[in-house]
């Protein structure tokens, strides 16, 4: 068979899985009276959204030629890709795709042979994992309300699970049974497992990331990402002092247009929180992605957040009154009506320390008190933090709440008591 690989490379949404629909088509995959879905490569409704995470199989058959000097290997059951379907066969020319099953213990890189002619095929290395989070069973106080699956075992059947098809993901047991730490190949990777449990119906809570240190030679190294941005002009000078501040060095410049092309070599972990910052900077023009490079000497602190937590005095249920006292300290996370547990993280801070308020407060009645005079109260909107940016707020002494109906951040210690002690000791 005369087979030819194609590679379709662009930026992100800029319309790869939609090309391969229209491949597709023109080659005969879908009956006429089809009714087709768009991006038709994208499984589930998180690749819909995010954009192609996992990979899959396709055949696209056009003028076929059979290929007499092709080695062909004979298949019991097991099958080959045409579009894409599964359809049974006999045999298979070198180069297609096959699916079998029967063989236990196998995995990405292994090669499966005749056993009459063992020979291996060199080893595809998998990058190791960058970047690593605790994930552990919710304690809040609204915990096991909204989820399905929310005890111990639940949670480590699941992540034992997903290290069968994912094999950048590495599990390690804790000091605890209440407890795991997950490392994989970046925030993203790690949310996207996330995301995928909790709409499975899984409730668990997740510590801030952190990096994965190695040590070479004697000497702590820390991964390193080469980062490419396309940014329109006048934020350039931005740009450049943010990637300053997070230990990023200027490797190449030039100019797109009427915009500007800029590569830096930056730590890890100097990314971390800067995606909402980038577009911020950019008024949502900028196109940034990054790539593992490898490994430097650790380059010291980088700063992760300028602002303190506002963090709920009590528990109970938000109201107006609470929260336009609050919303002069900062950006709050929470609507009137919220439901809060004391601890909760409710909004930001504009100041860099921690802020304890208290959203549940109530206007003292008096005889005097004018009707209505509470729906005068003028809030500013929340702000809804998805996955990703719950991720990137979170300090060391934090925690997100992750169930299937809320994003919930939260303080490690509840009590307003404790934390202050912890302070002082400090």
């Given amino acids: ?12 949404d800029h319309g790869k899985t939609t090309l391969v629909d229209e491949m597709l088509a023109q080659a005969g995959a879908f009956r006429e009276n089809q009714n087709v879905i768009e991006r038709v490569m994208d499984s589930g409704d998180i690749e819909r959204e ?16 059979n290929d007499t000097e092709s080695y062909k290997a004979k ?3 097991l099958y080959t890709i045409e579009d894409l379907r599964r359809v049974p066969a ?34 595809a290395r998998i990058s190791d994992p960058t970047v690593e989070m605790t994930f552990s069973v919710n304690d809040s106080p609204f915990a096991g309300q909204e989820g399905k699956y929310v005890t111990s075992r639940n949670i480590n059947d699941r992540l034992k699970n997903e290290l069968l098809r994912d094999v950048s993901l590495r599990v390690t047991d804790t000091d605890t049974t209440e407890s795991w730490n997950v490392a994989g190949r970046g925030e993203m990777h790690l949310s996207i497992l996330m995301e995928t449990m909790r709409r499975e119906g899984y409730e668990f809570q997740v510590s801030t990331p952190r990096v994965l240190y190695k040590e070479i ?28 501040q997070r230990k990023g060095e200027l490797r190449h410049m030039s100019p797109v247009g009427n915009r500007m092309r800029l590569e830096f070599v930056i730590p890890s972990r100097g990314l971390f929180g800067y995606r909402n910052e980038f577009m911020t900077d950019t008024h949502g023009e900028g196109i940034m992605s990054s790539v593992l490079e490898g490994y430097t000497p650790y380059k010291g602190e980088v700063t992760r957040r300028h602002n303190g937590s506002m963090v709920a005095f009590e528990s109970g249920e938000a109201v107006s009154y609470g929260i336009h006292n609050a919303q002069e300290r900062g950006i709050l996370f929470i609507n009137p009506g919220t439901r809060v547990y004391a601890g909760q993280i409710v909004g930001q801070n504009a ?28 809030l500013t909107p929340p702000l809804v933090m998805s996955m990703e940016q719950a991720l990137e707020f979170i300090a060391d002494d934090e925690l997100l709440e992750v169930t299937p109906k809320s994003l919930r951040l939260r303080k490690r ?14």
């Fill in 351 to 378: 100041k860099g320390e921690d802020l304890t308020v208290n959203v549940c407060k109530r206007k003292q009645l008096t005889n005097f008190r004018a009707a209505g005079s509470d729906d005068a109260l003028r």
């Fill in 1 to 12: 068979m005369n087979l030819r690989n194609i590679a379709i490379i662009a930026h992100v």
């Fill in 75 to 77: 298949l019991a059951n």
């Fill in 217 to 244: 030679n004697g000497v702590q190294h820390e991964p390193l990402e080469c980062f490419v941005c396309d940014v329109p002009e006048p934020s350039v000078g931005t740009i450049m002092a943010k990637m300053g």
């Fill in 413 to 426: 210690e509840l009590s307003h008591e404790m934390r202050m002690r912890k302070r002082k000791k400090a």
């Fill in 50 to 65: 995010r954009g192609t995470v996992k990979a899959a199989q396709e055949v696209i058959i056009c003028n076929q030629v």
């Fill in 90 to 123: 006999d045999s298979a020319d070198a180069g297609e795709i096959v699916c079998f099953s029967g063989v236990e213990n196998i995995t990405i890189g292994d090669t499966v042979c005749d056993p009459l002619c063992v020979e291996a095929l060199p080893f």
